[in-house]
């Protein structure tokens, strides 16, 4: 058993899709046509790190509810954790983008740490391998 996929809420595909291929290297796995359980047109697109694991299905937003949750999945926590093998050009990429830094890099007992906030609000934690 493992985990396949896990929502990642959007407020558009597009964007989405640049702030994980272009920015975090990820691979977009499934860009596909789908609908909405009542008829309506949407996509079906799966982001994943490089060489598999668990991805993302990157899912627009579907009406005010889940608009105000775009950015804030968990309520200001730190969201997501991203292990990268080479930490400092994975630091430049983010800075390179323009990416919001939140506070500095640190040293802790996990590995070196730098909170991020991706282009729709959440809080990231980039990670040393």
Do not use: C
């Amino acid at each position: 058993m493992h985990l396949d996929l896990a929502t990642f809420v959007v407020p558009e595909y597009d964007e989405a899709v640049e702030f994980f291929r272009d920015v975090l290297g990820f691979e977009v796995t499934e860009d596909v046509p789908a609908t909405t359980n009542d008829g309506r047109p949407k996509r079906w697109v799966v982001v994943r790190p490089p060489g598999g694991g668990t991805g993302f299905l990157l899912a627009r937003a579907d009406g005010p509810v889940q608009t105000a949750r775009v950015g804030d999945q968990t309520g200001g926590r730190v969201t997501f954790f991203l292990r990268v093998d080479d930490f400092p050009a994975a630091y430049e990429k983010l800075v390179a983008a323009g990416i919001e830094l939140v506070g500095p890099v640190r040293e802790e007992s996990y590995g070196t740490l730098q909170v991020f906030r991706d282009p729709f609000g959440n809080l990231w934690d980039l990670l040393s391998g």
